[in-house]
Nanobody, 119 residues
């Protein structure tokens, strides 16, 4: 199992920035991909961005491309989500998740962190 703990959420005005962190512990050697997802009130959880652990390849949802950047600190097993030019529609609970090579599913999830963007 991998344990994930997010931090860094908060409230900002439109156009502002936030950086989220996701600290991974446990069986981190089995991680294939780390991803960020979000869920807005009354909506389904949606994919935001992913990062392949082995080579750093990234994949962004169109809605955040050019505004959000995922990065990692290998030594500390921390993944970051830098969010710039935030919009009110980015308001959601943000979750990080780990996908494992054995299952190719996002089996481990953090508790979520709230991001609120006001207009």
């Amino acid at each position: 199992q991998v344990q994930l703990v997010e931090s860094g959420g908060g409230s900002v005005q439109a156009g502002g920035s936030l950086r989220l962190s996701c600290a991974a512990s446990g069986r981190t050697f089995s991680i294939y991909t780390m991803g960020w997802f979000r869920q807005a009130p009354g909506k389904e959880r949606e994919f935001v961005v992913s990062l392949r652990w082995s080579n750093g390849n990234t994949y962004y949802a169109d809605s955040v491309k050019g505004r959000f950047t995922i990065s990692r600190d290998n030594a500390e097993n921390v993944v970051y989500l830098q969010m710039n030019s935030l919009k009110p529609e980015d308001t959601a609970v943000y979750y990080c998740a780990a996908r494992h090579l054995q299952t190719m599913k996002y089996d481990n999830w953090g508790q979520g962190t709230q991001v609120t963007v006001s207009s």
